[in-house]
């Protein structure tokens, strides 16, 4: 997955490098005109990346003979109830492979970087699954950000060490020794009078880690 952070430092330079070839002759003018668009920008800037970073998916499904040996001998050794479906993710800076299956009537993703490495488990699960007094610290949080807001999905996402992984999942999710548990909540909500995706990560606790903004690119539907 990938985050894509809007390049308004290079456009203010570009603003800023303009204004000092101003039409007016005038020296300080342009000086003034200069320091006044720089505090604009460090202003612009800060309001952006205050709020939430944005996450930007281009996601596609491919084929078993296109996926890292790695991550096929990782999914090969679990026994899943439906078909592993295989997607591969194009961020700015990094790749991704993701097998999608189904087990115990859940919805599992299980990621890979690049060359295979094991990254992490999501479970997509009812928001029941998530204990109450933990959901109660979630949608507190939630709604001091979003008033109005949405629930969309609700992943519990494990991550650890590939034995300890795939010790996890053999062993249908009962022994969580070495596994770290996190909530992924995305919602909908509003923003500057526009309809938005946002994801939030929260701890085992329900404590808040960190929010993206959902800027998703997908060639085709995704399934399990």
């Known amino acids: ?17 303009a204004s000092s070839k101003t039409a007016y002759g005038d ?20 309001s952006l990346h205050a709020f939430s970073q944005s996450k930007y998916e281009k996601e596609f499904r491919i084929k078993e003979s ?18 592993i479906k295989w997607y591969k993710e194009i961020g700015l800076d990094h790749i991704t492979f993701e097998a ?15 060359n295979g490495t094991f990254q992490d488990i999501e479970i997509e ?18 709604t001091l950000r979003h008033k109005k807001h ?17 010790k996890f999942l053999r062993e249908n999710r009962n022994n969580s020794n070495s596994i770290t548990i996190s909530y992924e909540i995305i919602i909908s909500t509003k923003i500057d009078g526009s309809f938005v995706m946002m994801e939030y990560l ?3 606790k329900g404590e808040y880690l960190q929010n993206n903004q959902i800027i998703s690119k997908r060639k085709d539907t995704i399934d399990y």
């Open 27 to 46: 020296k300080s003018i342009a000086i003034l005109k200069e320091k006044f668009l720089f505090v604009l920008c460090l202003l612009t800037l800060f």
């Open 150 to 166: 949405k629930i969309e999905k609700v992943q519990i996402q494990y991550t650890g060490e590939r034995d300890a992984a795939l």
């Open 100 to 114: 999608k299956a189904i087990s115990n009537k859940e919805r599992h993703s299980i990621e890979f970087s690049e």
């Open 202 to 204: 929260f701890s085992e």
């Open 1 to 17: 997955m990938e985050r894509e952070s809007v390049n308004t430092s290079v456009e203010c330079k570009v603003q800023i490098a």
């Open 66 to 83: 296109d996926v890292p040996s790695r991550a096929l001998s990782f999914v090969d050794s679990i026994t899943f109830d439906s078909k």
């Open 125 to 142: 699960v009812d928001i029941y699954k998530i204990p109450s007094y933990i959901y109660s610290k979630i949608t507190g949080i939630l």
